[in-house]
């Protein structure tokens, strides 16, 4: 046992002896490319390079991980703040383009008033109704503005409505789509005259008592005729979606509006003469 | 003391050496005294021995030499270790084994020295069997002598100093 254990303590001594002598031999030599350094600077640098890469690398792991998991608790509320701030920002440019939006409409409703021949005074739609059949809207404009029951509504885009209900600072308008409206109209082409009224269904205009001789075709545009005493002449309706000759003597026209019904905001109220006023061609 | 004997006799083969110089075999020192001694470490001291007295006498030898300091005592230093070793594990007591012992050694040195010099420098492994053998059978007659002398020498100061005494040692015929 001894004896082993003298042994072993040799053959360490020898091992480090070898070990001792390789690295006195390689501190002094060197290789080529080596750019003058001794074998045990090229070998030290290189172990340690590897080591410090390896460190790096674990380092840079532990960083990584720090900065992907842990540190984003503090980055979670961060993105809880970021997000009720994009959304804040989301309602101010939602608020910025309904702005932009109204003001545009308004540009368009003011020129119209000026284009017109006929007085009028705009009003803000405050309320709808949308009642299936029975289709109404509240504007902020009442008899206290000069305001009637059956004075005409219109918008840039064409025919709203009559008024059918004054307020003092309100008003109820029924919208030519309601079920029970109706208005003289004809087709701008032809001249081919009728009565426009509203029906459930799409499209929701209808225009009724044109003959089956009458020129009518897709695409045709229709207008107010002025003869209901209620709307300017002229002011467009929509346009011919669909002209069939009907069983009797009628055609079967479908009109469609030219108004987003479901989008309306500001309108004009024609406060002139109910009846005789003519904006044809001044649109 | 083990040591100190070593290393006086080291720096007695260093100075033996040096002053041999001169003397060579071919176109390599015929002797090489310090390998002699390390050799010499290895059979009488064992493997440890031989290995401090093969790493201080190569060293000291290439620094004395201006070569890269290491070559030569590594080189010694295993020789001096498997020559212990051999002198551990086998009986080599006679003057034919032992000088068997300081002719593998020295080209086993040889070996190791021309190898490390080529694997460090160009020019490659050059080994002339000549010189070596040369070298080695001068290192084994070296190595023995110094056996005799080490193995005999103090019986006969004892046989000396007893003559001088007037007394007759007891001699069995």
């Given at each position: 046992m001894a004896l082993l254990e003298i042994r072993q303590r040799t053959g360490y001594m020898l091992l480090a002896v070898i070990l001792g002598h390789l690295v006195l031999i390689s501190a002094q030599v060197t290789t080529p490319?080596?750019?003058?350094?001794?074998v045990l600077e090229a070998v030290t640098f290189g172990i340690f390079s590897e080591i410090q890469r390896a460190a790096a690398n674990g380092f840079g792991g532990v960083r990584d991980a720090w900065e992907g998991y842990i540190a984003l608790r503090g980055v979670q509320a961060e993105n809880e703040v970021l997000r009720r701030e994009v959304a804040g920002l989301r309602i101010r440019l939602q608020e910025e383009k309904a702005v932009a939006e109204q003001s545009l409409r308004l540009q368009r409703l003011l020129a119209m008033r000026e284009r017109l021949p006929i007085a009028t005074t705009a009003a803000r739609v405050i309320a709808g109704d949308a009642t299936s059949g029975f289709r109404t809207v509240t504007i902020d404009k009442g008899t206290a503005d000069g305001l009637r029951v059956d004075m005409a509504v219109i918008s840039p885009d064409g025919i709203v409505g009559r008024v059918i209900r004054a307020g003092v600072r309100a008003a109820m308008v029924q919208l030519l789509i309601d079920r029970d409206a109706g208005a003289g109209a004809l087709i701008a082409r032809s001249r081919a005259g009728g009565v426009v009224v509203g029906v459930e269904g799409d499209p929701p205009l209808r225009l009724d008592y044109v003959t089956n001789l009458a020129d009518v075709r897709t695409g045709d545009v229709v207008v107010t005729s002025g003869n209901d005493r209620i709307y300017p002449k002229g002011v467009v309706v929509g346009r011919v979606e669909a002209a069939e000759r009907g069983a009797g003597l009628y055609k079967s026209i479908k009109v469609r509006p030219a108004v987003d019904y479901g989008r309306l905001e500001e309108v004009l109220v024609v406060v002139g003469p109910p009846g005789g006023a003519s904006i044809e061609g001044k649109e | 003391m083990k040591a100190a004997r070593v290393m006086l006799a080291i720096a007695v083969a260093l100075a033996m050496q040096t002053t041999l110089a001169?003397?060579?075999f071919g176109s390599r020192t015929a002797l090489d005294l310090v390998l002699v001694v390390v050799v010499f470490t290895g059979l009488a001291y064992g493997p440890g021995a031989a290995l401090f007295a093969g790493t201080v006498g190569g060293l000291a030898q290439d620094a004395l030499a201006g070569r890269i300091i290491g070559v030569t005592g590594l080189a010694k230093s295993l020789v001096g270790f498997f020559s212990g070793v051999i002198g551990s594990q086998f009986i080599v007591t006679q003057p034919l084994p032992r000088f068997t012992v300081f002719m593998l050694a020295t080209m086993a040195h040889e070996f190791c020295t021309r190898g490390l010099y080529a694997l460090l420098a160009p020019g490659g492994f050059i080994f002339q069997w000549a010189p070596v053998l040369g070298q080695g059978i001068a290192n084994g007659l070296v190595g023995i002598v110094a056996f005799q002398v080490v193995e005999l020498l103090p019986g006969a100061v004892q046989r000396r100093r007893l003559g001088r005494g007037g007394i007759r040692p007891r001699v069995h015929e």
């Open positions: 490319g080596s750019a003058g350094k001794s | 001169g003397l060579t």
